[in-house]
């Protein structure tokens, strides 16, 4: 990471992964990709601070940027806690199927983390996490009386569901050092951190915010404010650990206020190396295999057919207009922008679409504006608004910032 100039500016970061997703996020339904855009950007029930502040050497936010950027923890072990509150609709459980659903290969294996790591985008949840260097990680789900186990192991990843008996079976590079962030490290307190580091510029306010506990840990706090308005983002807090630089807890709160959106931290932690059988993973007895090939192969095309009858967007379509995703603003109030080159969410008021389109258009407030008409779908943190033409504009921003996206994209 290049140096800062100022406590309240960095460089701005790249954007590269704005468009690594697409090929996975082209199975989605466009409604359900708002949800998924929102799923990959947060975190997750406070970590349990130990009472008091400890009183450590004063830092400016230059030298614990840097101090973040020189972590170089490569193996741990312990347990996050998580809790997301984006202000979802209470659906009586069928957002979770939704979302499931709409990211599941294949025949649906419950074992896909496409589909398990989407349960993370609500409520309340417990992980185990243990790394030893970049090609070994593992993150464990606690359940009620079952656990979700993601292996990451040399070229192996291994999803495991207690619950089905189900496992999913995929490949990586040998050499991950250069890979983009894998599934098992994104909700984490690092993985987070680096993404909000990214989107830090001049738009930014970055300040020590005081010292605290975290896992037993003494830590620096660095506050991220932005300084634009019209953003849904409010503040964002990472706690630092003094020694090691590592990020332990990553809380994200609204500019509407109330309760935190994104709340991820470490309560136990341990710095010594994993035992080596942690990576292991054997197929248990009876258990059904899917693959990651044999689970691309089988994956169905989305019907997106209305009640006109009109066949709609091909995965491959859909694919190719996330292909030209652009992002419009600076900041804070950045907004990405696609063409899914078919039609949208009916809107209240429209006609067609059928019983789905006029329920998730129901999820969303309708609106008009020199662009024509729309639906915006809302979270606590990000916002869409799809237009009746196919159009999507997403970020985290305010619904009026959205409409005058549109308008001025006319």
Do not use: C
Request: charged content about 25%; glycine content about 12%; hydrophobic content about 35%.
């Amino acid at each position: 990471m290049a140096p800062y100039e100022t406590d309240d500016s960095t460089d701005t970061g790249e954007r590269d992964e704005l468009r690594a997703g697409r090929r996975r996020a082209a199975r989605y339904i466009v409604p359900v990709t708002v949800v998924g855009v929102a799923a990959a950007t947060i975190g997750l029930v406070p970590a349990l601070a130990d009472s008091g502040d400890p009183n450590l050497p004063k830092v400016t936010a230059q030298q614990l940027i840097d101090k973040i950027a020189k972590s170089d923890v490569q193996q741990l072990s312990g347990t996050v806690k998580i809790s997301t509150d984006l202000g979802l609709p209470d659906l009586g459980g069928l957002e979770s199927s939704l979302m499931s659903g709409a990211t599941k290969s294949g025949d649906g294996s419950s074992a896909d983390p496409t589909t398990k790591l989407t349960e993370l985008a609500t409520g309340t949840h417990t992980l185990r996490v243990a790394a030893d260097g970049p090609d070994k990680q593992k993150v464990s789900l606690l359940e009620n009386a079952a656990e979700y186990s993601l292996i990451h192991n040399g070229k192996d990843v291994w999803g495991y569901d207690s619950a089905s008996n189900e496992v999913f079976h995929g490949t990586t590079a040998a050499d991950a050092s250069g890979a983009s962030k894998s599934d098992e490290t994104r909700a984490t307190p690092k993985g987070l951190t680096d993404e909000a580091l990214k989107s830090v510029d001049d738009t930014t306010s970055v300040t020590v915010d005081g010292t605290e506990h975290v896992a037993g840990r003494d830590a620096y706090k660095l506050l991220i404010k932005p300084k634009q308005s019209g953003t849904t983002v409010g503040a964002i807090s990472v706690a630092v650990d003094a020694k090691t630089g590592l990020p332990l807890k990553f809380t994200l709160t609204p500019a509407s206020g109330g309760a935190a959106v994104v709340d991820v931290g470490f309560t136990q932690l341990s710095l010594a190396k994993p035992a080596a059988s942690t990576f292991d993973f054997k197929t248990p007895k009876g258990a059904k295999v899917t693959t990651e090939d044999s689970a691309t192969e089988a994956a169905p095309t989305p019907d997106h057919s209305g009640a006109s009858g009109k066949a709609g967007k091909s995965d491959e379509d859909l694919g190719k207009g996330l292909d030209d995703l652009t992002v419009l603003g600076k900041g804070w109030n950045s907004i990405a922008t696609f063409d899914t080159g078919g039609e949208g969410v009916p809107s209240g008021s429209s006609a067609g679409g059928g019983d789905l389109g006029g329920f998730l258009g129901s999820l969303g407030d309708e609106v008009k504006g020199d662009f024509g008409s729309g639906t915006v779908f809302s979270t606590r943190l990000v916002n869409a608004l799809v237009t009746d033409d196919g159009k999507v504009y997403v970020g985290a921003v305010t619904k009026s910032a959205l409409v005058k996206a549109a308008d001025a994209a006319k």
